[in-house]
C-alpha cells in the first residue's frame, strides 16, 4: 500500500509538472511572430511538443486512475 501511494505522488507530480509544461507551450505558441519568415517552422515544432505533452498527461491520468483502484481494492480487501 505504501509503495503504492508513494507512486501516486510521484505520477501526481510528473502530471503537474507536464500541465506546467503544457502552460508554458500554449505562451511560447502565443508569442511566435506571426511576420517572421519561420513562423510556420516554428508553430509546427511547438506544436509537436504540446502533442508530446497531451499524450504524457493522458499516459500519467491512466496510471493515476489504475494506482486509485488498486489502492481502494487493497483497502476493500483489508
Given at each position: 500500500m505504501d509503495a503504492c501511494e508513494a507512486d501516486l505522488k510521484r505520477t501526481r507530480k510528473e502530471l503537474h509538472s507536464?500541465?506546467?509544461?503544457?502552460?508554458?507551450?500554449?505562451?511560447?505558441?502565443?508569442?511566435?511572430?506571426?511576420?517572421?519568415?519561420?513562423y510556420?517552422?516554428?508553430?509546427?515544432?511547438v506544436q509537436?511538443?504540446?502533442?508530446?505533452?497531451?499524450d504524457r498527461i493522458e499516459i500519467l491520468e491512466e496510471r493515476i486512475r489504475n494506482l486509485k483502484k488498486r489502492m481502494e481494492a487493497y483497502v476493500s480487501g483489508s
Open positions: 507536464q500541465e506546467h509544461l503544457k502552460y508554458k507551450l500554449g505562451t511560447e505558441l502565443d508569442n511566435l511572430d506571426v511576420l517572421a519568415e519561420d510556420d517552422d516554428g508553430y509546427e515544432a509537436l511538443k504540446i502533442d508530446e505533452v497531451y
